[in-house]
């Protein structure tokens, strides 16, 4: 269901930086390093509430892909076994992971709407970040929380949840979100690759 997330992931596995165009022995590589994923994979889902319950029944030892979106609502149902884990180094100018970053912001044109200005000062509430943090099951930090009149309103739990404790040493290892100048035609390799499993 994620499969950009998947390219990522294995491009990263690959020591392949996806945020650069690939040459020909890369895409090589890349469908080389998903065959290998797939021929050796225990399970294929789109769900990851299945994943998270299959590491803690011990059927799989590890998921790729994931990440804090993925481990936390096992994290909040107790089982901290489940974790996100950004590797130390990788393929983007050294970095390992990536990290997907949303802001909300005030858009001048055409006519700003009446509610633009209130609508950011609700989002930043403390309420308000916890709903928009643990919405419908997206257990993820935000930017919120670096209030400081916001952030004590995250109970220890919930912080757990989200691997707040290593949230910014994990950040420091993860490379922005960028556009992927190869996407379609590694998707397309990934689409074939996947259709035999």
Known sequence: MYEGFNVFHICIAADIDPFQPLNSFQETVF???ARVWFHNVALITHDHHSLN???IDSQIGFY???GVYTASPARIEGYNQAKAITPTKGPINGLGGIAFVGVTCVLIRPGPSPWAQ???KYLVESDTAIQIAFLDGTCNPVL???NPKVLPAFSSALLDAI???TLEEDV???AHYDIVPDLAKLLTHLRKITNNY
């Open 118 to 120: 209130p609508f950011p």
């Open 144 to 146: 919120q929380m670096e």
């Open 163 to 165: 691997q707040r404790d």
């Open 172 to 174: 420091s290892r993860c």
């Open 53 to 55: 319950k299959a590491l």
């Open 64 to 66: 790729l892909s994931g």
């Open 31 to 33: 469908k080389t390093t």
